[in-house]
């Protein structure tokens, strides 16, 4: 079964609504500790039979504005994780066509089962642009079970907004660089699927 397109859809800007009491369907730890921060599980949903996602935000934050967050998306599919990756760089660029930052580079694990992939967005309102960020995309194939293979993406999201974006691109070189570090040497949370 193709779930290339839902992985389109799902994997541009991150998103989310605020739930106070948000459900754990991956079985992961409830804080995810990142680049020398805690992240709190704060928004969890599961848009079809085949996809997960769980948003983890650092201590007074929220998904309206913040300015980091971790991720992690489920996609249960047969697709292997060197396609999932080929689709996103096809997206990716697309995208660059009229996204003047947007850009991007693919780091692969020696076992060609493991991927990175980090890249740069932007967005703009009157020719002025209003956000920018930063993302690493870390895929690794998972087995579920005897029968369910599935695709896990830990991401890791840092945004800036007007006035700051200047600053944010200066030390984005430095930044990217030590995020890159991080993600490579991070272990991927453990999944144990939940029934709900």
């Not at 369907?25 to 969890?44: E, K, P, Y």
């Not at 272990?187 to 939940?194: E, F, L, Q, S, W």
């Amino acid at each position: 079964m193709k779930t290339i397109p839902v992985i389109i859809l799902m994997l541009f800007l991150s998103f989310g609504i605020s739930a106070q009491n948000p459900l754990n369907r991956l079985g992961t730890n409830d804080t995810l500790h990142f680049n020398d921060i805690d992240f709190n599980l704060s928004w969890t949903d599961k848009p079809n039979d085949n996809y997960y996602i769980q948003e983890y935000l650092p201590k007074g934050e929220t998904t309206n504005g913040y300015n980091q967050m971790m991720t992690i998306h489920l996609f249960v599919t047969n697709i292997n994780a060197k396609d999932a990756v080929a689709q996103k760089v096809k997206e990716l660029k697309e995208r660059k066509k009229h996204d003047a930052v947007c850009n991007y580079q693919v780091t692969e694990s020696p076992d060609g089962k493991e991927f990175i992939v980090d890249f740069l967005l932007g967005e703009s309102k009157d020719k002025l642009m209003t956000i920018v960020e930063f993302n690493a995309y870390h895929y690794k194939e998972i087995q579920l079970s005897e029968s369910k293979k599935a695709i896990v993406i830990y991401a890791y999201t840092k945004r800036s907004y007007g006035d700051g974006i200047t600053d944010f691109l200066k030390s984005l070189k430095e930044d990217r660089s030590h995020v890159l570090n991080e993600m490579i040497s991070t272990k991927i949370p453990g999944v144990a699927m939940r029934n709900i």
